[in-house]
Every structure is written in structure tokens, then in C-alpha cells.
């Protein structure tokens, strides 16, 4: 079977019997009943906390902007126009951003997929010189590292601070992510690549034709997971591109964004009439780049929530 | 699996040449690792290039060489030529270093693959050669330069120490090539460029390693500077060591000492709060798995699980939307009471762990919970269906068969955040602080921040986190050496 199909199945199963006791039909009793509703209310309630923030903003990006400056935004959209989008289009530090941030996310993300996963290759070869070595040497990384300041001072001196290369080059090497795909590879039965070795086949070519296309799920995994790291990425924005603007992060400039609207909000309290006016246009600036942002994740993550769960699931077996 | 290059005899020689190829290899790592660090610069020839500079980033790229030039290029104290030059002369020396790389990688192949790793190994010592004189040259022409327009003093020309050393690199590795080259001369050549396995695949995971080193472990140089009165921009020199003054200075300086002892209450006190509320995503996990309408428990894990992979800046802009004096909450309670509200939710000080706390929850708890619905789905039913028969009600069969089930899970959880305790990281703090609850939001992640990046007490936060990573990693150890005794376990 085809192991792609193997998580599928294992997934279906994992939902399917979440409801854990359903093997006996019992006598409802009253207690049941009050324990029933109030679990349903429950998590009705709190799934709706989960929902209704983002649409709360969706609705007053898409809503008249006269309506969203004088708060008469609510529940329902009201004069529905998309002039909030389009006004957000012409704003062109947004557009470097969205760049900048889309770069990151593709390069970054394919370069610590393929890195993880050749790592993970390797690190499963015994005959390797010094493995042992080698491999703890990444895993002590994830339990300890030097501290901020450090790591700042060391991009300073490498030359990475405000370029871009410090959003991609560091995240290379993954070391939970080369621990997942080796547990994933060791999985696989060792015959296969033997039997490719005493064809005579090199170890690139056994990575390239066995082991890459039978790991593609964990690699799918760890993927999605490094693509949303890389999309919702802003400290390293924060602390080495502070002085390149143009290397901005999406998050980073609605950081700012939001900063400098809840200054103007601050002063508009005190009664300044222009400040408020000022103010509640940044609001719609605010909410339509927090729209920008959240679109992508909230897009994709339905379709991809599998990969997410078998991504925690492996986690946890490791530890 | 491994194949024997080394059939026959094995001649005294390649004994010597082995020695030799050690040497060569240390060599070449001590040449690489000098190119990233800026005290070790061949290529800074005068004063006033900048001092944070590396041999690598002088060699990539020409504007850092003169990023801080302005003046003395327009006023002719030195000749943009000459920088040019330079930086071509790094590159080069960089080359000749790759070049060195390659023949040391080679040295690990067969014969054949050896007698040309010797050949590249001597090509990159003859170029890191030259460049010596290159370099001079330079160093001679800057210093022309300057004197003709009278600013000696101003332009600072020098030629670094270093220089020789990189000679000395050079002039050693092709003497142990050509040595080597003697010394192997007899031993015949194969048809195919091989090697062993081990190395071959040691090799594939050199750049790995190399990354590793650079990006985990070299930061560790830098907890040098908890010992220095270090500005930033500045370099190190021996005269400006104070040995432990800044680990004094968190006890001594009553400053220090206050904001040392709110920040730890916050870290604390949020941690500990973190801790002691631990269980309920395991509580989720058993009420969610109680509904038994699929389509509604699918939804609810689906949408509850979102929040996990916002960003806290996203966050922060929802409690924006929905707290700021005219969001929704306030918008809402003005139309449904006609009075105005404007309560400023975000901006005060009050209950700010307990905020920081249900913003964690939100976030957080659909997402944790599904460790333990996968958990769950793991029970074996016919322990339920056992219970059943003996009578065990829906809540009995919760406590008495969920619960245990779920507790060992929960126990690793619980001592990882309990290793954990001292970093609960800056984002979220960073996001939602502001001047009025400044006091209470500040925790030790985020105080590093302010006061290492924000305010330049680069030596203060250093030993700050310093302190913290080994503190850390004592209680991770405490923590895996707990699990161990009682679960036999151990969770790293």
C-alpha cells in the first residue's frame, strides 16, 4: 500500500473514533442531557470565539469605509465594496512586504525541506564516519542555544544583519525537522535500499529515486510546517533588518501598523479632532493588511490539516 | 558494504602522508573559520574601514568595504581603486581557500582522487600566496595615497598581522602537498576516482555540520562579550576586560536588582500560571471526544486548532479590533446601553497575566488538545465496554479510564513546561506591551530584548542570557533525570 494512503487511512481512523466510547448504545439519563447541552454550548461558543474575530475584520474590510470609521460595523458588512483592497494596493511599502515575505516563504521553505530531508538520509547511514557525533551535535542545538544578544552579534559579524539572506540562510538546517524525517526513513524497510545498493546504485541516487519519493508525506509535513513558520516569521525582521525597511516582513509592517494606530488612538482620546480622523483611517489600513496576512493561513489550513496533526503525532513519538 | 582501497602494502610513506594529510586538514578548517571573523581581517588596510568586518564579507561584497568612506573618497584621502582591488583580492583569497577546501575533501578518496586533491590543495596555497604580495601592494598604495594628500593620521594605513599567518597557511599547504606528492609518487593510480563510504558520506553531511556550527554554536563566541564593557560598534581589546563586573552589577545595582526582581515575578508568575492550568487542553480533548455528532467535532477541532498558526502580531491585531476604546466590545456596549464606552481594555496594567494567559489559551488550546484526542482514539475500547458492563457510568468511565490514560502524556508535557519556565519568549509580550503595563508584561525574553537591542546594554543582557540558557538547560536535565526515576523514561 501506498504509504501516502497509509496516513490518509490513519487519519480517517484517528477522527473516526474520537468518539472513544460509541461501542454500546446506553439509556440517556437526565444528567446526560444537561452535561450534553453544556458541552455543545461550550464548545459552540468557544469555536465561535476562534471564528469571529476573523470575520469580524473581514467584514470591515469589505464594508463602506464611512461605516467602519464611525463604528457602525457589527455584525454584518454594510455597503460592501471592495475600495478598502484596492486603496491597500496602492500603498507601495505593503507591496515590498508582500514580496519580500512570499520570497522568503518559497526559498526558505524548499531550501529546508530538501536540506532536512538529504540530513535525514544521512543521518540514518551507520557506516557513516563519526555519525553518532555528527547527529547529537544537531540535537543538542534544539535544547540549548546561546541566548538573543549572542545570536544577534553573531549575524552582525557574519554580515548577515539587513539583508535578506538572514531570513533564508540560518533556517537551513532544521534540527527537529532532520530528527523527523530520519524516524520517517528508518520506517521504511531497509530492504528496499539494500537491494538498490547491491544494484550498484550511489547513495545520491538511492536518496533520489527511493528515498525522497517514499518520504514525500513527512516531507509534506514538514514543509507546510516551515511555510507558515516563514509566513508568520517576525523577529528576525524585527532584530537584524531593523534599519532596511524594504526587508520588512509582512508581519513586521502590520506590527507597525498597528503600533502606530494605537499611538494615534492614545492621542485621539485626548480630543484631537484631525488625530481621530487620522486614526480610524489606519484601523481600515490595519484590518485590511491583518486580512492580507491571515488570508493564505486561513486558506489553506482546511485542506492541509492532516498534515499538521501527523506533524504534532511525530513529534510527540519523538519527544 | 565498504570496499578496501588500501589492498597490499602500505608503505611507510603513505604512513607519512597520512601524518601530513591531518595537518593539511587542520590547516584548512583554521583558514576557513579565520575568514568569518572580523578580529582576523587581512584585508582591513586602513583605519578607517570599519573594524566589524570579516575577511568574507570584504571579499563579497565591495560596498561594506566602504560603507563608512564617504568623506575620504570625496576628498581624495584614498583612491577607489584601490578598494577595488581589494576586494578582488579578497575574493581571491576566499577562492584559494575553496580551492583548499577541495583538495582536503579530496585527501579522503583513493589514490587517484588524492594525487589530484594535492594538485588543487597546492593551486589554492600557490594563489593564497600571491595574494600576500597583492595584499602588500595595497597596503602600499593606500598608504601613497594618504600621504600625497597629507592624512596619514586620518586614513590610518595598516598591514595587519594576520597577513603572515595567511602566508604561513599558504607556504604550509603547498609544502605538504608537494611533500605528499613525493611520498605518494610510487603508489599506483586507480582507474576511477573512489572513496570509502564512511567519508563519502561524511562529506555529503559536511555542509550540515558547517551550518550547524556557524548558526548554533559559534554564538557561543559571543558570551565573551558578558565579560567586556562592550558598546555596540565598538571592538573588543584586552583593556576594556571587567571580568564579572556585569554579573556583580545584577545583584549591586539597586536599578538592576528592581527590574531583575519584577521581571522574574512576570516570568514566574505567567509560567507559573502556564503550569497550574496545564490540564485543560487535556480537558478539552475529553469533553470534545464526549460529542458524538462527527461533523460538529470536526468542525469545532478544525476551527479551534486556527489560531495555533497566527502570528501574535495577527493576535495582537484581533485584540486590537476587538478591545481597542472603539472596538467591537466597546462599539458593541455603547449601542446596547446608549451610553458611550471606551473602556481602554489593552491599554492598563490590570489582571496583564491573566490577559496574557486567555491570549495564550485562545491561541493555544485546540491546537494542544490534539495530542490527547489522538491519545484517546489510542484507548482500547474494550476497557470502556468492560467498564459498562460493571455498571460504570459516562463520567466514571471519564475519571477512571480517560483520565489515567491520558496522564502519562500529560506528565511529559507538564515537565517540559516545567523546563521550559524561564522562556516564555517575546513575541506575545512584545506585541501587547505598552508604557502602561509595561511593568507587569515584562518578562525575561523580552527584558533581554529591551535592554540588549533596544538600549545597547550589550554585556548587561548578555549575562542576562546567559544565566537563563544555563539555567535552562540544568532543569531540562532535572526534568529528564525525574522522568527517568519515576516513569524510567527519560522525555529529551
Not at chain 1, 535544547?143 to 552579534?153: D, Q, R
Not at chain 2, 471526544?289 to 502570528?311: D, L
Request: overall charge neutral; charged content about 15%; glycine content about 8%.
Amino acid at each position: 500500500m501506498d504509504i501516502a494512503d497509509m496516513d490518509m487511512n490513519e487519519h480517517k481512523k484517528l477522527n473516526d473514533s474520537v468518539a472513544g466510547t460509541s461501542g454500546m448504545v446506553e439509556k440517556p439519563t437526565p444528567a446526560d442531557y444537561i452535561f450534553n447541552v453544556i458541552n455543545y454550548l461550550f464548545f459552540g461558543i468557544f469555536t465561535i470565539s476562534c471564528i469571529f474575530p476573523f470575520y469580524y475584520i473581514f467584514i470591515n474590510t469589505i464594508s463602506d469605509p464611512s461605516y467602519v470609521t464611525s463604528g457602525q460595523i457589527t455584525l454584518l458588512p454594510k455597503g460592501l465594496t471592495i475600495v478598502n483592497y484596492v486603496n491597500m494596493g496602492k500603498v507601495g511599502d505593503l507591496w515590498t512586504s508582500v514580496i519580500v515575505t512570499v520570497l522568503r516563504t518559497v526559498l526558505g521553505t524548499a531550501l529546508m525541506v530538501v536540506v532536512s530531508s538529504l540530513a535525514g538520509y544521512l543521518v540514518t547511514k551507520k557506516e557513516m564516519w563519526h555519525r553518532q557525533l555528527w547527529y547529537r551535535m544537531l540535537v543538542v542545538t534544539m535544547y540549548f542555544n546561546a541566548g538573543l544578544i549572542p545570536w544577534y552579534l553573531n549575524m552582525n559579524m557574519l554580515g548577515l544583519t539587513n539583508t535578506f539572506a538572514a531570513y533564508i540562510i540560518p533556517g537551513i538546517v532544521a534540527p527537529y525537522n532532520i530528527i523527523l524525517v530520519k524516524t520517517y526513513i528508518e520506517s521504511i524497510p531497509a530492504e528496499i535500499e539494500e537491494s538498490a545498493y547491491l544494484d550498484g546504485a550511489s547513495y545520491l541516487k538511492i536518496y533520489t529515486s527511493i528515498i525522497w519519493p517514499l518520504s514525500k508525506p513527512i516531507l509534506a509535513t514538514i514543509a507546510i510546517f516551515g511555510a507558515v513558520g516563514q509566513w508568520n516569521s517576525f523577529q528576525d525582521s524585527l532584530i537584524l533588518n531593523a534599519n532596511s525597511p524594504h526587508l520588512y516582513t509582512l508581519q513586521h509592517r502590520l506590527y507597525i501598523y498597528l503600533n502606530q494606530s494605537s499611538n494615534i488612538g492614545a492621542l485621539a482620546s485626548s480630543g484631537d479632532v484631525s488625530t481621530i480622523a487620522n486614526s480610524l483611517n489606519t484601523k481600515i489600513i490595519q484590518y485590511t493588511i491583518s486580512m492580507v496576512t491571515i488570508i493564505p493561513i486561513l486558506c489553506v489550513y482546511p485542506f492541509m490539516q492532516r498534515y499538521f496533526e501527523k506533524g504534532l503525532m511525530l513529534g510527540a513519538v519523538k519527544g | 558494504m565498504s570496499k578496501n582501497f588500501s589492498d597490499g602494502m602500505y608503505s611507510t610513506n603513505q604512513k607519512i602522508a597520512d601524518k601530513l594529510y591531518w595537518i593539511l586538514r587542520i590547516g584548512i578548517v583554521v583558514n576557513v573559520i579565520l575568514l568569518f571573523f572580523p578580529s582576523f581581517n587581512p584585508a582591513r588596510v586602513c583605519g578607517i574601514m570599519n573594524k566589524n568586518l570579516s575577511l568574507f564579507s570584504c571579499g563579497v561584497s565591495y560596498d561594506t568595504i566602504v560603507g563608512d568612506f564617504g568623506r575620504a573618497f570625496r576628498q581624495k584621502w584614498v583612491d577607489e581603486a584601490d578598494f577595488h582591488s581589494l576586494n578582488i583580492c579578497s575574493l581571491t583569497i576566499i577562492i584559494s581557500v575553496i580551492l583548499s577546501c577541495a583538495g582536503g575533501c579530496m585527501s579522503l578518496g583513493n589514490t587517484k582522487m588524492k594525487k589530484t586533491g594535492l594538485a588543487v590543495s597546492a593551486v589554492g596555497g600557490i594563489v593564497e600566496i600571491i595574494t600576500f604580495f597583492w595584499m602588500k601592494g595595497i597596503y602600499n598604495a593606500v598608504t601613497q595615497t594618504a600621504a600625497d594628500a597629507g592624512k596619514i593620521d586620518k586614513v590610518m594605513p595598516m598591514f595587519q598581522n594576520i597577513n603572515f599567518v595567511y602566508l604561513a597557511l599558504g607556504i604550509g599547504m603547498l609544502a605538504i602537498a608537494c611533500v605528499n606528492f613525493i611520498l605518494l609518487m610510487k603508489v599506483p593510480v586507480e582507474e576511477k576516482f573512489e572513496m570509502e563510504p564512511k567519508y563519502h558520506l561524511f562529506l555529503m553531511m559536511l555542509p550540515i555540520i558547517a551550518l550547524a556550527l556557524v548558526f548554533s554554536y559559534l554564538p557561543l563566541y559571543g558570551w565573551r562579550y558578558a565579560f567586556y564593557d562592550y558598546k555596540a560598534g565598538e571592538t573588543l581589546s584586552p583593556d576594556k576586560f571587567v571580568g564579572f563586573k556585569y554579573f556583580r552589577q545584577i545583584i549591586n545595582t539597586p536599578q538592576t536588582k528592581r527590574d531583575i526582581i519584577t521581571v522574574m515575578e512576570n516570568t514566574l508568575g505567567m509560567s507559573g500560571l502556564g503550569i497550574i492550568t496545564s490540564w485543560v487542553p487535556m480537558a478539552f480533548a475529553i469533553f470534545l471526544s464526549e460529542i458524538k455528532n462527527g461533523p460538529f467535532r470536526r468542525f469545532v477541532q478544525t476551527f479551534t486548532t486556527i489560531p495555533n498558526f497566527i502570528s501574535w502580531v495577527l493576535v495582537y491585531a484581533i485584540a486590537l479590533a476587538l478591545f481597542s476604546t472603539d472596538g467591537f466590545i466597546n462599539t458593541m456596549l455603547t449601542s446596547i446601553t446608549g451610553e458611550i464606552h471606551s473602556t481602554p481594555y489593552l491599554m492598563s496594567a490590570e489582571h496583564s497575566w491573566l490577559k496574557m494567559l486567555a491570549w495564550g489559551m485562545w491561541k493555544g488550546v485546540g491546537w494542544s488538545a490534539i495530542i490527547y484526542v489522538a491519545s484517546i482514539s489510542g484507548i482500547d475500547q474494550g476497557l470502556y465496554e468492560a467498564a459498562t458492563v460493571d455498571g460504570a457510568g459516562r463520567f466514571q468511565k471519564m475519571w477512571h479510564i480517560t483520565v489515567p490514560e491520558l496522564i502519562p502524556t500529560f506528565f511529559v508535557l507538564l515537565l517540559m513546561s516545567v523546563a521550559n519556565i524561564l522562556s516564555n519568549g517575546m513575541e506575545q509580550y512584545l506585541v501587547f506591551s505598552n508604557p502602561q503595563n509595561k511593568e507587569t508584561m515584562q518578562v525575561l525574553d523580552l527584558y533581554v530584548y529591551n535592554r540588549g537591542i533596544g538600549s545597547g546594554l550589550i554585556p548587561l543582557s548578555t549575562v542576562i542570557g546567559m544565566i537563563k540558557s544555563l539555567v535552562s538547560v540544568i532543569l531540562l536535565f532535572g526534568a529528564n533525570a525525574f522522568s527517568k526515576a519515576v516513569r524510567g523514561e527519560s522525555i529529551v
